[in-house]
């Protein structure tokens, strides 16, 4: 049981720096390819060739080759149907854990699995002990479980968009590989968010449940303590909940252009006929959902504090990646619609 703590903690430090190299491999080759250096031009569509989706995918015969290694864009529904399963999986233990340390005061629960087993009973007391103190190892399990709370709004509602909102075109596909990346973002990203307790928190989680069988337990939601899970999110400082408004800000919009994007489709004479959007931010860039996506993100940063490298890296693969796909994006606008509104920028107001 010790040596399974010890392998629990050296997996954490693994996972941390698993995650950064992993943003770190995703980002970079979308920067180079936005370089404006002619030598990179086969680079550059190398990469838009693995990125492109939807309208932007034209199999051409030219192109023809890639069309083996496609999925329908329909498939998308796999990225939120998984973000939901696995941001509420990692919400449900994270929440258990910081609700436990907080019940017993104690920096660290992992001594719980173990001491507990071995002398059969379930007192949990502190053992491991990381670089932080009680406190404050405590208000970061909270902050994370704060900022998973936000990643289940967030993919809870692109569920839903994906099922009822956006009807995507038969004939719309992506590329494999670009289908693989969303699988991983959407595992990835949550994860990034309770990296660094995680494990800890599988433990203490897995020995609960077998305390629970031993002793023939039932949880009633009347005996649940309600107020001691949430107490300690309501009491997050003025950083977490800044953080919030930036989310919500991007969430309510994204929201609002994925609406227009659906409403567009209805309005269709023809299944592959496109229309310009109109409409929030569509009279200022042609990827207003795009940049809606970093807004969200960048709440998940400022909600965080800003001193985890791990979510700087996500939010600049989310950033890097989305403005690479809007420039795209803006490029197929101007050539399909001459009367296309030459005010617009690709995705971000007046800059870019």
């Not at 030219?62 to 498939?75: D, E, I, L, M, N």
């Not at 399990?141 to 909102?165: A, G, I, P």
């Not at 609960?208 to 009633?220: G, P, Q, T």
Request: a positive charge.
């Amino acid at each position: 049981m010790v040596h399974s703590i010890a392998i629990a903690a050296i997996m954490e430090i693994h996972l941390d720096w698993l995650l950064r190299l992993a943003w770190i491999a995703g980002t970079l080759p979308i920067l180079l390819a936005s370089l404006p250096s002619s030598s990179l031009n086969s680079f550059h569509q190398l990469l838009l060739g693995f990125a492109k989706r939807g309208k932007i995918m034209q199999l051409s015969s030219s192109s023809s080759s890639f069309h083996k290694f496609t999925v329908p864009q329909r498939f998308f529904l796999h990225f939120y149907l998984l973000g939901v399963v696995w941001t509420t999986f990692l919400l449900i233990v994270t929440w258990h854990y910081a609700y436990k340390m907080t019940l017993l005061g104690s920096g660290s629960l992992i001594y719980s699995v173990a001491s507990a087993h071995m002398a059969g009973g379930s007192r949990m007391l502190p053992f491991y002990k990381s670089g932080f103190s009680n406190t404050e190892l405590n208000y970061r399990v909270w902050l994370s479980v704060f900022m998973l709370l936000l990643m289940e709004m967030h993919v809870l509602r692109r569920l839903y968009e994906t099922v009822y909102v956006l009807k995507y075109s038969p004939s719309a596909r992506m590329h494999v590989f670009g289908y693989l990346t969303g699988l991983f973002f959407y595992t990835a990203a949550p994860l990034s968010l309770c990296h660094f307790c995680i494990f800890e928190a599988l433990n203490v989680a897995e020995y609960r449940a077998i305390e629970m069988n031993v002793k023939n337990e039932e949880i009633s939601p009347i005996d649940f303590d309600w107020w001691g899970y949430m107490t300690p999110i309501l009491q997050l400082g003025w950083c977490q909940w800044a953080g919030a408004a930036i989310f919500a800000c991007g969430w309510v919009h994204q929201q609002r252009c994925h609406a227009i994007l659906g409403s567009l489709r209805k309005q269709r004479r023809q299944v592959d006929e496109y229309l310009i959007p109109h409409g929030d931010w569509f009279e200022m860039v042609s990827s207003p959902h795009y940049l809606a996506e970093m807004i969200i993100y960048l709440g998940l940063l400022v909600a965080s504090g800003g001193n985890d490298l791990t979510i700087w890296l996500l939010n600049l693969f989310v950033v890097a990646n989305l403005a690479f796909a809007a420039a795209e994006t803006q490029r197929w606008y101007l050539q399909k619609f001459e009367d296309y509104p030459r005010n617009r920028r690709a995705i971000l107001p007046f800059v870019y």
